[in-house]
Nanobody, 117 residues
Framework: QLQLVESGGGLVQPGGSLRLSCEAS????????IGWYRQAPGKQRERVAL?????????????NYADSVKGRFTISRDDIRNTVNLQMDNLQFDDTATYYCNSGDVWGQGTEVIVSS
């Protein structure tokens, strides 16, 4: 059974960067779609980025990434380490949330990102 374990969250100042990692318990190249979601306090969970075997694909919004993270977040796959990474740059207060790795109906436990001055 697939398991997903996130890491890399923490406290960062506005404008800073964090890199989240999600390690899969199976070969990543066997997983067609895997991605990142986030849930801020009092808000619904939202999709941030998805990745297929062919690379990053569309997330919420009309372009490749949600408008709120476009140009700041990058998703990548490492099939050797079986990890999916989310590079987050120029973090803003609104990026504060618990970030979850997901594939199908499997969710990780989440990793918290707090953007605070």
């Amino acid at each position: 059974q697939l398991q997903l374990v996130e890491s890399g969250g923490g406290l960062v100042q506005p404008g800073g960067s964090l890199r989240l990692s999600c390690e899969a318990s199976t070969y990543l190249n066997r997983i067609k779609v895997i991605g990142w979601y986030r849930q801020a306090p009092g808000k619904q969970r939202e999709r941030v980025a998805l990745s297929t075997n062919g690379g990053a694909i569309t997330v919420t919004g009309r372009t490749n990434y949600a408008d709120s993270v476009k140009g700041r977040f990058t998703i990548s796959r490492d099939d050797i380490r079986n990890t999916v990474n989310l590079q987050m740059d120029n973090l803003q207060f609104d990026d504060t949330a618990t970030y979850y790795c997901n594939s199908g109906d499997v969710w990780g436990q989440g990793t918290e990102v707090i953007v605070s001055s």
